[in-house]
T-cell receptor
């Protein structure tokens, strides 16, 4: 089966750096996605990792370690608008694009 | 580029009533998904279409939920009859595969409240 774990909520200060962790257990691996979801809105794509290492995209970076079944999303220079839920998701192996989502990490950015 | 469109955005019904949601995917996206997202949880897949065919509906409660994508573009999801536990946001997503990576793009969702 597949299982994804991430913290339920985190709080950080504007201008700081925050790391949101995700651990997963899958039979087979086809990459890992991070999505951002503001309250009442649709999830929006942030990143996709399929190889080990860090991928940087502006203030957001995503890291993957396949051997450890571990990923993190790193947010730098936090802004108030970064307050949102961050969802970690993995595709079901060999079952097309069907995504299995974690419960999401609710990030609150304080002034 | 226009995103995934969904309607209605909000719906309130009483239990045992019926309801239908509509989704128009991004133009050219062959794959369409319906997800159910209960408050405080991640989205859970209900059904996946490839063009007008069902790829996976193993998680769809078929006694009350049905979905179709007759012409391989728009899709509708229906609940008949609704139960209290169906209160959730219903998200539609469509996807594009580029250089081996499939990325799903989500619509704004339909927020359903069953009283």
């Amino acid at each position: 089966g597949q299982n994804i774990d991430q913290p339920t909520e985190m709080t950080a200060t504007e201008g700081a750096i925050v790391q949101i962790n995700c651990t997963y257990q899958t039979s087979g691996f086809n990459g890992l996605f991070w999505y951002q979801q503001h309250a009442g809105e649709a999830p929006t794509f942030l990143s996709y990792n399929v190889l080990d290492g860090l991928e940087e995209k502006g203030r957001f970076s995503s890291f993957l370690s396949r051997s450890k079944g571990y990923s993190y999303l790193l947010l730098k220079e936090l802004q108030m608008k970064d307050s949102a839920s961050y969802l970690c998701a993995v595709p079901r192996y060999n079952q097309g694009g069907k995504l299995i989502f974690g419960q999401g990490t609710e990030l609150s950015v304080k002034p | 580029e226009a995103g995934v469109a969904q309607s209605p955005r909000y719906k309130i019904i009483e239990k045992r009533q019926s309801v239908a949601f509509w989704c128009n995917p991004i133009s050219g996206h062959a794959t369409l998904y319906w997800y159910q997202q209960i408050l405080g949880q991640g989205p859970k897949l209900l059904i996946q279409f490839q063009n007008n065919g069902v790829v996976d509906d193993s998680q769809l409660p078929k006694d009350r939920f049905s979905a179709e994508r007759l012409k391989g573009v728009d899709s509708t999801l229906k609940i008949q009859p609704a139960k209290l536990e169906d209160s959730a946001v219903y998200l539609c997503a469509s996807s594009l595969t580029d250089r081996g990576q499939e990325t799903q793009y989500f619509g704004p969702g339909t927020r359903l409240l069953v009283l």
